[in-house]
Nanobody
Framework: QVQLVESGGGAAQPGGSLRLSCAASGSILSIYAMRWYRQAPGKQRELVAAITGAGNTGYADSVKGRFTISRDNAKNTMYLQMNNLKPEDTAVYYC?????????????WGQGTQVTVSS
């Protein structure tokens, strides 16, 4: 079995920055595309950014130019650098990936990390 664990959330002021991390652990053979989602209170979960194994990236329009997704394949870790944060970025952020391990293929989710942007 595999596990994704997010870290780096917290509080920030508008215009500030935070960096989220998502570390995968377990008997990992390969990690496919990795994604960050977020869910604000009363709203549906939305895709924020994605990155392929080759490093190709995509972003939601609402975060383009402000957020940067990256991954370190050697560390089985994905990052989300969030700059120029806005109050509407407040949400629980989740990482997601399909991971092949010694015991099978898993569509894995992290437990979520809270990001709160307010003055």
């Amino acid at each position: 079995q595999v596990q994704l664990v997010e870290s780096g959330g917290g509080a920030a002021q508008p215009g500030g920055s935070l960096r989220l991390s998502c570390a995968a652990s377990g008997s990992i053979l390969s990690i496919y595309a990795m994604r960050w989602y977020r869910q604000a209170p009363g709203k549906q979960r939305e895709l924020v950014a994605a990155i392929t194994g080759a490093g190709n990236t995509g972003y939601a329009d609402s975060v383009k130019g402000r957020f940067t997704i990256s991954r370190d394949n050697a560390k089985n870790t994905m990052y989300l650098q969030m700059n120029n944060l806005k109050p509407e970025d407040t949400a629980v952020y989740y990482c997601n990936s399909v991971i092949r391990s010694l015991t099978g293929v898993y569509d894995s989710w992290g437990q979520g990390t809270q990001v709160t942007v307010s003055s």
